[in-house]
DNA sequence: TCAAATAATATTGACAACAATATACAACAA
DNA sequence: TTGTTGTATATTGTTGTCAATATTATTTGA
């Protein structure tokens, strides 16, 4: 399968804001994207406005282009979406998953609890993302599943600001460990409940972060 | 404020779409739509792509693109989430209404018993519209009303084939006072289940007719 | 010095034309 | 009939160019 410019450009470019190469607020030139990628500025024009739609990215009449910069108030709200959508993940995964997706849950399990044990929070936090990603497949609801992935990747450029202590890694996995058991017994209401307060606490915590940092609100960052 | 052409396609489309005009399957034709419209491909082009983004429409590659035709499957577990996010307004609603868009609430509330007495199915379908808004307003978290709103759109298309009987109006307006009268007495947890099972319900029904039509999922439908 | 008017510049939108690719169709052979 | 090859066609992607509009910089006049 073949791929266009546009495509091809939509993906570099999610990836760079995602991983935290295009901070929230850098001006994306269209004519320097152009030079940068040897292409015309029609396929940049058209990725970009992907990027726009799907709110990675926002527009100012006349004044430019630039990574997306959700203001804090914003941001809480998205937490508090988060929440209820790995919430309800947690719930309907308690009441469909199969065997062979529990193994799969308590494998990802375990290896969230290794990489604790060396205190790798670069690991960790791939291992994490397994757990999760385990934990949307056994909700059998692909839609769900989806947005619950969309909605993360928007929240990634901002929770690179995270402070990954090695306490909240050890915290975390224990609450892993809550929600997998709720799981296991089919504990709906609890493997909700557990997975919301789960998600709440780093949206807390980040926010307390945010919080201190005064500067985050108004810096205008430029391209790199 | 002075919109661009794309926009502007953007949102004939995605009107004509959610409206019924275009109906799920069909094809959407460049070449025909740049004549229609009376401007050259690009900007159809650029309004059919963010379109695939938001999920309204899909391209097979080489073959076209055609308004999105969403699978059976696809559409109990949207229902399933649209559910979720109903509820968590109403939930929040019950937590954060403030005096006057209670009163607002409550407006709305009455004109769907007005609309009810009349029995006018069309009247009926905007009040509701109207309802549910006021409780998205006073769940004071603009991201959730916004994304659910969305997701609304999508299951649109769809929803015209739900049988609005009197019977279901009617049905439909008592949830509506239940719902109202929770968030009200500032029960989260009542609202949250009201709403959970008036918007399930409406995906049951709906449901079990699509089930009846043995045509629809098959159906390929061409411009009119 | 300040403000209004004007010029220079950047951003954005749109078009027509060209190019590449995959599909559909038809002619042909087995 | 069935299958294969080649040709025509439709779809899709990209480019260079032009045009419109708003912002920024500069000049001008008081």
Same mark, same amino acid.
């Given at each position: 399968m073949k791929r266009s410019n546009t495509q091809k450009l939509k993906d570099a470019l999610e990836e760079d804001i995602i991983n935290g190469q295009l901070l929230p607020g850098a001006k994306l030139d269209h004519d320097a994207l152009a030079a940068k990628y040897g292409v015309s500025r029609t396929p940049i024009r058209e990725a970009i406005q992907q990027l726009v739609v799907s709110g990675l990215v926002t527009v100012k009449a006349k004044k430019g282009t630039f990574v997306a910069k959700v203001g804090f108030d914003q941001l809480i709200e998205m937490f508090e979406v988060m929440a209820e959508l790995e919430g309800m993940c947690g719930r309907l995964a308690a009441r469909r998953i199969q065997p062979a997706e529990l193994e799969a849950l308590r494998a990802a399990l375990h290896r969230c609890e290794d990489s604790d044990v060396m205190s790798d929070p670069d690991d960790y936090y791939y291992e994490n993302e397994e757990f999760h990603n385990c934990i949307y497949t056994a909700s059998h609801n692909s839609f769900l599943a989806t947005e619950a992935r969309q909605l993360k990747q928007r929240l990634k450029p901002y929770r690179? +600001? !995270? +402070? !990954?202590t090695r306490n909240r890694v050890s915290t975390s996995v224990n609450e892993h460990r809550r929600i997998f058991e709720a799981i296991e017994k089919g504990q709906e209401y609890e493997a909700e409940q557990q997975l919301k307060e789960h998600v709440l606490i780093q949206g807390t915590r980040f926010s307390d972060f945010v919080s201190q940092v005064k500067t985050f609100g108004n810096s205008s960052q430029e391209t790199s």
């Open positions: 690179r +600001l !995270q +402070l !990954q």
